[in-house]
């Protein structure tokens, strides 16, 4: 893998304003009810159960 020149005058350092506490929690719960709707596809995934006849 190369490395990505900076060409000159352009920075590609990016600065993000700090979150608030309400953003955080939102990004909290958000990532929360994902993963607790993901784990509940793969049980129903993994409880499937097919016969082949």
Do not use: H
């Not at 060409?7 to 506490?21: A, E, M, Y």
């Not at 953003?23 to 995934?45: H, L, P, W």
């Amino acid at each position: 893998m190369n490395f990505i020149k900076e060409p000159k005058g352009v920075d590609f350092i990016i600065q993000s304003p700090p979150l608030t506490d309400q953003e955080r929690k939102e990004i909290s719960d958000f990532i929360a009810s994902r993963k607790s709707k993901t784990n509940a596809v793969k049980k129903i995934a993994k409880g499937k159960t097919t016969i082949k006849k």
